[in-house]
Nanobody
Framework: QVQLVESGGGLVQAGGSLRLSCAAS????????MGWYRQAPGKPRELVAS???????NYADSVKGRFTISRDNANNTVYLQMNSLKFEDTAVYYC??????WGPGDYWGQGTQVTVSS
């Protein structure tokens, strides 16, 4: 139903910032939820942030006050602004989306690596 492509990852020093982008292959205005998960080596995938079609947001406690998720419906893109990055934010970040009308599953991007040096 949709392809998601992430970009914006890279290497940054602790305290720095990065902005991740997730470009969708179709209009996102009526996609129920979009967001970001991350997975560090040896750890389970965890939800970082999500945003609904109505603009409601949800954040993991570990990133509240540092990360901001937003969606640009005109450009079919979801962003994750990451400030005050910490070493423990190092992970592969995956964009996902969910639309109830498409069924129970989620759609995922291929992931983008974020590495924070201490």
């Amino acid at each position: 139903q949709v392809q998601l492509v992430e970009s914006g990852g890279g290497l940054v020093q602790a305290g720095g910032s990065l902005r991740l982008s997730c470009a969708a292959s179709r209009s996102i205005f009526n996609i129920d939820t979009m967001g970001w998960y991350r997975q560090a080596p040896g750890k389970p995938r965890e939800l970082v942030a999500s945003i609904t079609s109505g603009g409601s947001t949800n954040y993991a406690d570990s990133v509240k006050g540092r990360f901001t998720i937003s969606r640009d419906n005109a450009n079919n893109t979801v962003y994750l602004q990451m400030n005050s990055l910490k070493f423990e934010d190092t992970a592969v970040y995956y964009c996902y989306c969910h639309k109830a009308a498409w069924g129970p599953g989620d759609y995922w991007g291929q992931g983008t690596q974020v590495t924070v040096s201490s």
